[in-house]
């Protein structure tokens, strides 16, 4: 069983910056299966950052430039943060933490960003 919890959500202004990050442990866990999601208000949820199978980060197009993804490994733990800068209103969302492995994702519960004036 894999457990995966997010942190690190809050309210910040247009421009500012946060700082998400994601626990997952569990057996045989790896940094390349970990995501984030985020879903706002009456909208699906959507990708927004990832690790390709090769470890290389990949984004959504909006997201380019002002989000980073980082991961470590550990033994049966892995951690992972999204750094958001220049944050805009569009941004505003519940962000999830996902672990893909072959079987099955592993969600996390979300962790809340608005950003407002």
């Known amino acids: 069983q894999v457990q995966v919890v997010e942190s690190g959500g809050g309210l910040v202004q247009p421009g500012g910056s946060l700082r998400l990050s994601c626990a997952a442990s569990?057996?045989?866990?790896?940094?390349?299966?970990m995501g984030w999601y985020r879903q706002a208000p009456g909208k699906e949820r959507e990708f927004v950052a990832t690790f390709t199978g090769t470890g290389n980060p990949y984004y959504r197009e909006s997201v380019k430039g002002r989000f980073t993804i980082s991961g470590n490994n550990a033994k049966n733990t892995v951690t992972v943060a999204l750094q958001m800068n220049g944050l805009k209103p569009e941004d505003t969302a519940v962000y999830y933490c996902v672990y893909s492995s072959t079987q099955k994702d592993y969600w996390g519960r979300g962790t809340q960003v608005t950003v407002s004036s």
């Open positions: 569990g057996s045989g866990i790896s940094v390349n299966g």
